[in-house]
């Protein structure tokens, strides 16, 4: 895969069935589709401003240029949004480092998964061993969470969201990444292999306030599960299949401001009058 591969391009996604598009542009808090949430795309005219919602027809005019991985921002727009939403994204080997606590934890050892080096990892390749009562079938089931996920470094790593690099599926290291690998290294039979990648896809839950953002994790953690799909079966996962696993993504992933727990911009200041005997309060 080249360095274009990092981007999703909405119009393959809409080519893949249009069906499949609104799914992931679905917001099942307030039953519309999730709104930009950003004024960086105003430039493109009155149906992108920050409350607007993000329609297909909008993102997948211009060649399905208009929204793209930070990477391939310019870096004053990437410098824009870091001065305005705090926007910084985690190298991969940080992201590594920092999932390799939590199951060093989980697992009671640790190099399980891969072995950290200064600024990278080594995959270990042996098969994943659980040790005591847990089993990896636990382990699918256990609850992951990321907060102001971006475009979801922590829970898919396709690629490094700062360099840019693509990274092969069998070196991943995200949170559902991992859940992956041990349904990859435990199942062969194509249907049970799906319905325990259900089970991990259920598990995993992210929010993220900017719509861009937010869509674009969607995408990747999609992909992922096709590009897992491709890895384990060396074909292309049926529409149906895919339209499962997005449907999950649309309720997992959502928009949200993570301070008010609302959807961005949605708070509005309310004057109550109190009516009493000597007037208005």
Request: proline residues 2%; aromatic residues 14%.
């Amino acid at each position: 895969m080249d360095n274009e591969a990092i981007d999703v391009k909405e119009n393959n996604v809409y080519n893949l069935d249009c069906e499949l598009l609104a799914i992931l542009l679905r917001d099942n808090t307030t039953g519309k589709n999730i709104i930009w949430a950003t004024d960086n795309y105003m430039p493109y005219g009155d149906l992108y401003k920050f409350n607007s919602e993000i329609i297909i027809s909008k993102i997948i005019s211009y060649h399905g240029q208009v929204i793209r991985p930070r990477i391939k921002k310019s870096r004053q727009e990437q410098q824009l949004r870091s001065r305005e939403k705090a926007e910084v994204f985690t190298p991969s080997w940080i992201c590594n480092k920092q999932n390799n606590l939590i199951d060093d934890d989980w697992f009671g050892y640790s190099n399980m998964f891969n072995v950290e080096t200064k600024e990278d990892w080594e995959t270990n390749t042996e098969k994943i061993r659980f040790i005591g009562l847990k089993t990896w079938e636990d382990y699918i089931n256990d609850l992951r969470l990321e907060v102001s996920c971006g475009e979801a470094p922590y829970i898919v790593s396709r690629y490094d969201t700062v360099t840019g690099d693509i990274i092969d599926v069998s070196n991943r290291i995200g949170l559902l990444d991992r859940k992956l690998r041990i349904i990859n290294e435990n199942l062969d039979n194509q249907d049970e292999w799906f319905d325990y990648v259900v089970k991990a896809y259920k598990s995993i839950y992210a929010y993220e306030w900017q719509g861009d953002n937010l869509l674009i994790a969607r995408e990747n953690i999609l992909y992922t599960f096709i590009d897992n799909f491709k890895f384990k079966f060396n074909t292309f996962p049926n529409l149906e299949e895919l339209k499962q696993i997005a449907e999950i993504i649309s309720w997992n992933v959502w928009q949200m401001d993570g301070i008010k727990f609302t959807v961005p911009n949605s708070c509005k200041n309310n004057i109550i009058i109190n009516y009493t005997l000597f007037g208005d309060e």
